[in-house]
C-alpha cells in the first residue's frame, strides 16, 4: 500500500512563504500526475495546484497563481509546493495526492499539513 505524507507545514506571518514536501512510501509508486489541495474551515476542498511527470506541465488555481510553484521529483514520487506572499485567506489544511492514470481519481492522499497565515 503507498502512502503519501505531507510535511511542511506552520504559522507565517502575511508575505511570508513556505514550503511544503510530499513523499510517498511503501510500495513503488508510479504516477500520472501529483497535486495538492487545500480545505478551509468550513469549506469543501479545493484544487491549489498539480505537476504531470510526463513533460512536466504544471497547472494552478487562479487564486495561487503567480504566488505558488510546483514542482517535484517522479523518481523518488516527491512533489513540492513552494507558496511566496501568502495571505491570511490560504490559512487551510494543505492535502496531497497522486492520480495514477489520466481520467481516474486522486488516490492515494495524504493526511494533510495545516498551514496557518496571520494577518
Known amino acids: 500500500q503507498v502512502q503519501l505524507e505531507e510535511s511542511g507545514g506552520g504559522l507565517v506571518q502575511a508575505g511570508g512563504s513556505l514550503r511544503l514536501s510530499c513523499a510517498a512510501s511503501?510500495?513503488?509508486?508510479?504516477?500520472?500526475?501529483m497535486g495538492w489541495f487545500r480545505q478551509a474551515p468550513g469549506k469543501e476542498r479545493e484544487f491549489v495546484a498539480h505537476?504531470?511527470?510526463?513533460?512536466?506541465?504544471?497547472s494552478y488555481a487562479d487564486s495561487v497563481k503567480g504566488r505558488f510553484t510546483i514542482s517535484g521529483d517522479n523518481a523518488k514520487s516527491t512533489v513540492y509546493l513552494q507558496m511566496d506572499s501568502l495571505k491570511p485567506e490560504d490559512t487551510a489544511v494543505y492535502y496531497c495526492?497522486?492520480?495514477?492514470?489520466?481520467?481516474?481519481?486522486?488516490?492515494?492522499w495524504g493526511q494533510g499539513t495545516q498551514v496557518t497565515v496571520s494577518s
Open positions: 511503501g510500495r513503488t509508486f508510479s504516477s500520472y500526475r
Open positions: 505537476i504531470t511527470w510526463s513533460g512536466g506541465s504544471t
Open positions: 495526492a497522486g492520480l495514477l492514470r489520466r481520467g481516474g481519481v486522486w488516490s492515494p
